[in-house]
Structure formats: structure tokens, C-alpha cells
């Protein structure tokens, strides 16, 4: 385990868009030979890679992943109900396609790479990944922690599994590989380890595990965090909070003050710290007349880091902000391959996951990728989770598409829970209806 990153950047990511077709109807000659990072090609090729030895720009790496991040969290906002509580865990995600990439050959390996960080190898970004994974689960100021898992199918895919890729990606991310058969026992047992994995926050990722699925890899994150100053009795009171459908609802509304503020010509906020001050609360605050969609949908990594970066410790800022629980859930497959341009993952004909498992009819690829988060901030702290799953599947049909239907935060705004070092988004979302 490496020492060397004090901090580096954390984002989870939870959000779903429903179904979709495989996308990329490009084909791909055997070799990948676009791809101009080195490949792999043999299974033992995991058995000479040293993570330990890899060496990476961590401003670069940190500055693409940054980019990365508020890429998503946007695309999934523009793709959302305007009136929807957004919040997603780009990291979540991250972690899990990292488990799949850690598989992939040629080109699908290198637009993984690409979206998370664009010039860097694939060794690289692994490296990142698993940077950041210990960094998250021996914090000790708050309560955080990634897990991983890999389930595979029994019936299907285990006697073809590289027994070389299942040791990597237990050693490197510390997933936990099952097998069984994909039936209901199994699907409870993929329900239970989220559950224990996100501290009962989230319960479920899949209604049932398909039977015709290969692989199931899952990415679980939860974080628990105390206010660095907690809200006392006095600074507590009963307020209302205008919903973007035009509703109003009565809420607790948490008093208090912050020594630093934000303004840009979009947005006004504030900063609220969680003990030890290695994490914070950013709240985002959109104009008059713009929702916390409509803010969210138009952001940019630059206009994120604009924000950011207006920072003034010139006021004693008078906060409010509402206790408020919430949920959200998404399929991935449009964001990640349409807009995100992991195009070859997620196409039977193309995808080149020739690292997981000996496919010699067929081909394996992403079928869907589902992602969960939850949050409540209440007076004491804040409770978050996220988890990402993606199924793989074997030369199936095609997926139908579905149908995807001062400062006082008083209404809708956006915020992230974020590294104070890096100031890049752990969580980051939108509330803009809170039920009483």
C-alpha cells in the first residue's frame, strides 16, 4: 500500500438512466491498434504488473479526474426529471469500471482511460484508483469505506474465468470474488453485502440477478461525517422550503455561520466542515430564477473550479441551510457510452474484456451499468452512500431501450461533500424537493 498521496482526488457517483442499446456500431481490427498506450495481451500479463512502481503526475491525474467528474455529474442532471433530487458518486463509478478495465484490451482499456483521464496509461489510472481507495478507508476523522466485490456466474463463465485477473482484482482493489449460480440465494447475498457495505444505507442494487449475465461487479461507498461544529438547540428552528415544482415544504432549518464565501456571476455559497476539516459541505446556491438543474445541467469542470476558486475570507457568512434526506438511483448506459464515449464496452461486436475470462465463441461485454446513492444531513453530521453495479453478458441481443422519463438554502440548490485539499467532489448533487 502506497503512502505517497496526502490527498488526492475523491467522487462518488450515483446516478441511473434507464436501459439502452448497445452502442458503437464501429468495428475494431483484433490487434486495438488505435490505442496508443501499450497493450495487453496475455494473461500473465497481470502477474508482471507492479502498481507499486508506477509512478503518475498527481496534479494531472487529479485535474483530469476533476474534469471527469463534473462531466458526469452534469450529463446525468441534463438527462434527470427538472424537478428530481440529483446526487452521484463519480468515484463509485470510477472504482467499479476500474474493476472491468483492469480486463480490457485495445481499445475499450484505452476510452476507459481516456474518460477518467485523458493521456495517462491504463497502469496509471489504476494505480490512481487504488491511490485513492486506501487513502478513503484509513481516513479517521470520518467514518468512510470502498469496497469491492465480483460475483460470477457459475452456470455461465466460471470455468473460463482468468484465475490471474480475479487474484489482481482482489489484491489491487480488494474486491471479494464469489461464484455461484445467478438464482434468487445469489441475489439476496449481492443485496446483503451492499447493505453491510453501505451501512444499511442502501439495501438493493438488482431486483434479481439474470441468469444468461456473466459477471456482476459491484463498488460500494459509504461515509459518515460530524459537523466539525455542531448545531446547538438554539440554532435550530422550523422553517419552509419553496420545491423547484412550486410547492412549499415545512422544514428544520440548521442556523450557523462560515468564515468563507463564494460568488460567481451563477451562484452564491458557503463552506461547512466535518470534524477534522479533512471533508466539507459546499453548498451551491443558483441565482434567482434558475433551478438547481438547470444550474447543474450548464456546469463545467471550469465553472466548478471558478467557483471554488472565488473563495473570500472577507465576511462572517450568515448560513441556512434544510435537514433533508434523500435517494436517487439510475441506470448509466446513455451517459457512459453515448456521452461519455466508452463506446466498445458496451458493444457485443467490439468489447475486448479478453483479460477477465477465456472467450473463444462470443465476446463479452457491459450489458448495464446501475448506480444508487442516498444522502441525510441532519444537525449531527452527514450520512452518504453510493453503489455502482455492472453486469456483463456474453454476445446477447441487444437491450431495449427505455423509456427515461445571504445565502439561505431555501430552495433549490446544489451541493457536493468534498476533499478539502483537492476540493474535487466526494458527492455532488441537487435538491430541489424535499418531502415533509
Not at 29 to 58: H, P
Not at 367 to 389: P, Q, Y
Request: aromatic share 8%.
Amino acid at each position: 500500500m502506497k503512502n505517497r498521496m496526502n490527498r488526492i482526488t475523491i467522487a462518488l457517483g450515483i446516478s441511473l438512466v434507464l436501459g439502452l442499446t448497445a452502442c458503437g456500431n464501429q468495428a475494431i481490427e483484433e490487434t486495438g491498434a488505435s490505442c496508443e498506450q501499450e497493450e495487453r495481451e496475455q494473461e500473465d500479463d497481470f502477474d508482471e504488473i507492479d502498481l507499486e512502481k508506477v509512478a503518475y503526475n498527481e496534479e494531472s491525474m487529479v485535474d483530469g479526474y476533476q474534469n471527469y467528474s463534473i462531466s458526469l455529474f452534469q450529463k446525468c442532471v441534463a438527462e434527470s426529471n427538472e424537478n428530481s433530487n440529483v446526487m452521484i458518486s463519480p468515484t463509485s463509478v470510477m472504482m467499479a469500471l476500474e474493476l472491468v478495465e483492469a480486463g480490457a484490451v485495445g481499445d475499450t482499456s484505452h476510452q476507459i482511460t481516456e474518460m477518467i483521464c485523458p493521456g495517462a496509461s491504463h497502469e496509471e489510472v489504476q494505480s490512481f484508483a487504488a491511490d485513492m481507495r486506501e487513502q478513503m478507508n484509513t481516513t479517521e476523522t470520518v467514518q468512510m469505506s470502498v469496497a469491492n466485490s465480483l460475483w460470477i456466474n457459475e452456470d455461465r463463465i466460471a470455468d473460463r474465468m482468468n484465475d490471474s485477473y480475479v487474484s489482481y482484482v482482489e489484491n489491487t482493489f480488494g474486491a471479494l470474488a464469489t461464484t455461484v449460480p445467478f438464482d434468487e440465494a445469489a441475489t439476496t447475498e449481492v443485496n446483503n453485502w451492499v447493505s453491510e457495505n453501505t451501512n444499511g444505507m442502501i439495501d438493493q442494487i438488482v431486483d434479481r440477478l439474470s441468469e444468461d449475465a456473466c459477471l456482476l461487479l459491484v463498488n460500494a461507498i459509504a461515509f459518515e461525517g460530524e459537523w466539525e461544529q455542531p448545531y446547538e438547540e438554539h440554532q435550530i428552528e422550523d422553517g419552509e422550503f419553496s420545491n423547484s415544482d412550486g410547492s412549499v415544504s415545512d422544514v428544520t432549518m440548521l442556523n450557523g455561520n462560515s468564515d468563507v464565501y463564494y460568488e460567481t456571476e451563477n451562484a452564491t455559497g458557503f463552506i461547512q466542515y466535518y470534524s477534522g476539516q479533512e471533508y466539507a459541505f459546499v453548498a451551491m446556491l443558483p441565482k434567482e430564477n434558475q433551478s438547481a438543474n438547470e444550474f447543474a445541467a450548464f456546469l463545467t469542470a471550469d465553472s466548478y473550479q471558478e467557483f471554488i476558486d472565488s473563495a473570500s475570507y472577507d465576511y462572517m457568512v450568515v448560513t441556512q441551510m434544510p435537514e433533508f434526506k434523500s435517494e436517487f438511483d439510475m441506470e448509466m448506459n446513455n451517459v457512459l457510452c453515448n456521452e461519455m464515449g466508452i463506446t466498445d464496452a458496451f458493444n457485443p461486436e467490439t468489447a475486448n474484456f479478453s483479460g477477465i475470462a477465456d472467450i473463444s465463441e462470443g465476446n463479452l461485454y457491459i450489458n448495464r451499468v446501475l448506480h444508487k446513492t442516498f444522502i441525510e444531513l441532519d444537525r449531527n453530521g452527514t450520512r452518504a452512500a453510493a453503489v455502482t453495479a455492472i453486469e456483463m453478458k456474453e454476445n446477447c441481443c441487444v437491450v431495449e431501450e427505455s423509456v427515461i422519463k445571504e445565502v439561505i438554502l431555501d430552495r433549490p440548490f446544489a451541493y457536493a461533500i468534498v476533499d478539502t485539499e483537492t476540493m474535487t467532489p466526494i458527492f455532488i448533487g441537487t435538491m430541489n424537493v424535499i418531502e415533509e
